[in-house]
């Protein structure tokens, strides 16, 4: 009697939780290749030069300003428009840390302070590394640009962002 009411537990266990609804929290979603993932335009960016106040470059902006956002960034993604980018908002200014994992798009990373002054460029960033790509001082803002973008348009550190984002 103690077998058959222990088989019938384990039975009941058993079938509770291969029907049991799946908690997609729970469930780790792992991409393995470039998707074709649209840009969408959530602002514009303009860098402006610290010598002459003249505007270098205008860029269309995603925005990636929330935790979710900032840590997808440009992952996965096979291509962005040559005149755009993305701008990471962060939380606080502090010293910020980037890496290409999961990035099939060679980028400049451009990291800027609370002023709005570019402190940090690290140009040509390698796909798919794993290594740390970091601001020297506390940045609050990150913009995140094609390969050879701030070389063309000869954007230098010291130089401003200034940006709007559409409502």
Not at 85 to 90: A, E, K, N, P, R
Not at 92 to 114: A, H, R
Not at 119 to 140: C, D, F, G, M, R
Request: some cysteine; glycine content about 4%; proline content about 4%.
């Amino acid at each position: 009697m103690y077998l058959i009411a222990l088989l019938i537990v384990t039975l009941g266990l058993a079938l509770y939780f291969i029907l049991k609804p799946v908690d997609n929290k729970n469930v780790i979603f792992q991409q393995t290749e470039a998707l074709d993932i649209p840009f969408t335009k959530q602002g514009e960016l303009l860098f402006i030069s610290q010598s002459t106040s003249d505007t270098l470059a205008i860029i269309d902006i995603e925005l990636a300003d929330d935790e979710q956002k900032r840590a997808r960034g440009l992952m996965y993604r096979n291509s962005m428009p040559e005149d755009a980018g993305m701008l990471f908002i962060h939380d606080s200014e502090q010293i910020q840390g980037f890496w290409m994992k999961n990035t099939y798009i060679p980028l400049d990373i451009i990291f800027v302070d609370s002023n709005k002054n570019i402190i940090t460029i690290h140009p040509n960033t390698t796909p798919l590394k794993e290594w740390n790509y970091a601001s020297v001082a506390p940045a609050l803002y990150v913009v995140e640009v094609n390969a050879g973008f701030c070389n063309r348009n000869n954007i230098l550190t010291g130089d401003r962002i200034e940006f709007e984002i559409l409502k």
